[in-house]
């Protein structure tokens, strides 16, 4: 596919290569950095592109790009006003943003105004990642399809951050003082973003609702005022099934993922070594950019995407 790609940080250049694995054509990159800004691909990543880093759509060579993959940031309203600009384009869209995953609950009104531009230019708009998009709520529901009146879906999901970006570990809070890292929850620029959206992926996967939802953030602390990560949690249900999400990124977190499902019969999986973000997070967006040309027109999820390219 010939594609559009928004955002050039650590994660935005590992799409690129796999892109380029994957013989997708990059006809231009976005990138809000203005150190990056009029640069070439090849000089700032040394992937052979001769692409440059514009600042907006309208400066890249876009007339015969089919898709547009955002890699830049979490919140609908910071990548609303781009995804539009991208759609109206007439351009598919995969994005890494984590409320995209289900952005009926960071904004009803922006995504069915969304939704309803994407129908009227026969373009697909999808969030998809690790966490979420896959490990809390696409295989729990997965899971949950195999199990008759599933009474609860449990999934612990823990992280060892030393692995980790300096990113995940700023934003699991790590060297900050416990009254630092309160403060920060309240702003809401710490912690992990998208456990709700999990929830109510999940939620709509079992044909209900998310009902009497409950999210906590907490520091996991590594003496009396030193941080070593977070821990947090979302629940709620959906008719009788319980939903429970736990989530713990620390320096003295072990890596694993365990999804558990009550019902007939029960049913547990877990992934022994944890399921690596950063690695994983590039395969779903690249093989999502596969999928959205043959899925429905519309503001999707990714329960709504087809597991087939063709």
Same mark, same amino acid.
């Given at each position: 596919?010939?594609?559009?790609?928004?955002?050039?940080?650590?994660?935005?250049?590992?799409?690129?290569?796999?892109?380029?694995?994957?013989?997708?054509?990059? !006809?231009?990159?976005?990138?809000?950095?203005?150190?990056?800004?009029?640069?070439?691909? *090849?000089?700032?990543?040394?992937?052979?592109?001769? %692409? +440059?880093?514009?600042?907006?759509? *309208?400066?890249?060579?876009?007339?015969? *790009?089919?898709?547009?993959?955002?890699?830049?940031?979490? #919140?609908?309203?910071?990548?609303?006003?781009?995804?539009? =600009?991208?759609?109206?384009?007439?351009?598919?869209?995969?994005?890494?943003?984590?409320?995209?995953?289900?952005?009926?609950?960071?904004?009803?009104?922006?995504?069915?105004?969304?939704?309803?531009?994407? +129908?009227?230019?026969?373009?697909?708009?999808? &969030?998809?990642?690790?966490?979420?998009?896959?490990?809390?709520?696409?295989?729990?529901?997965? /899971?949950?399809?195999?199990?008759?009146?599933?009474?609860? $879906?449990?999934? $612990?999901?823990?992280?060892?951050?030393?692995?980790?970006?300096? =990113?995940?570990?700023?934003? %699991? &809070?790590?060297?900050? @003082?416990?009254?630092?890292?309160?403060?920060?929850?309240?702003?809401?620029?710490?912690?992990?973003?998208?456990?709700?959206?999990? %929830?109510?992926?999940? %939620? #709509?996967?079992?044909?209900?609702? !998310?009902?009497?939802?409950?999210?906590? /953030?907490?520091?996991?602390?590594?003496?009396?005022?030193?941080?070593?990560?977070?821990?947090?949690?979302?629940?709620? @249900?959906?008719?009788?099934?319980?939903?429970?999400?736990?989530?713990?990124?620390?320096?003295?977190?072990?890596?694993?993922? /365990?999804?558990?499902?009550?019902?007939?019969?029960?049913?547990?999986?877990?992934?022994?070594?944890?399921?690596?973000?950063?690695?994983?997070?590039?395969?779903?967006?690249?093989?999502?950019?596969?999928?959205?040309?043959?899925?429905?027109?519309?503001?999707?999820?990714?329960?709504? !995407?087809?597991?087939?390219?063709?």
């Amino acid at each position: 596919m010939k594609v559009v790609l928004y955002g050039l940080g650590s994660i935005g250049t590992e799409i690129l290569r796999y892109m380029d694995v994957r013989s997708h054509v990059v !006809l231009g990159v976005i990138d809000s950095d203005p150190q990056k800004i009029g640069k070439t691909v *090849a000089e700032l990543t040394g992937l052979p592109m001769g %692409a +440059r880093v514009s600042s907006t759509l *309208a400066e890249v060579p876009a007339a015969e *790009a089919e898709a547009a993959v955002f890699s830049t940031t979490s #919140r609908l309203t910071d990548i609303l006003p781009d995804i539009e =600009q991208a759609v109206s384009a007439g351009l598919d869209v995969v994005t890494t943003s984590e409320e995209m995953a289900f952005p009926d609950f960071a904004g009803k009104e922006a995504a069915r105004s969304l939704d309803t531009l994407a +129908r009227e230019k026969g373009v697909t708009v999808v &969030g998809v990642g690790v966490n979420p998009g896959f490990v809390m709520d696409w295989v729990p529901a997965m /899971v949950a399809s195999a199990v008759k009146s599933p009474s609860s $879906v449990h999934v $612990v999901r823990s992280v060892d951050v030393g692995r980790r970006r300096h =990113q995940l570990q700023a934003k %699991a &809070g790590v060297g900050m @003082t416990k009254a630092r890292f309160e403060r920060s929850v309240e702003e809401g620029t710490l912690g992990h973003v998208g456990l709700v959206e999990s %929830a109510h992926l999940i %939620a #709509r996967s079992l044909g209900h609702e !998310l009902r009497g939802i409950k999210h906590e /953030v907490f520091p996991v602390l590594g003496g009396e005022d030193y941080v070593m990560g977070v821990r947090q949690y979302a629940e709620g @249900t959906a008719g009788a099934c319980r939903i429970r999400l736990d989530l713990e990124m620390s320096l003295t977190s072990a890596d694993f993922d /365990v999804i558990e499902v009550k019902g007939d019969p029960e049913l547990k999986v877990r992934f022994e070594k944890g399921v690596f973000g950063d690695s994983a997070t590039v395969a779903l967006v690249v093989h999502a950019l596969e999928r959205v040309k043959n899925a429905a027109p519309g503001l999707l999820t990714i329960l709504d !995407l087809p597991l087939s390219p063709g």
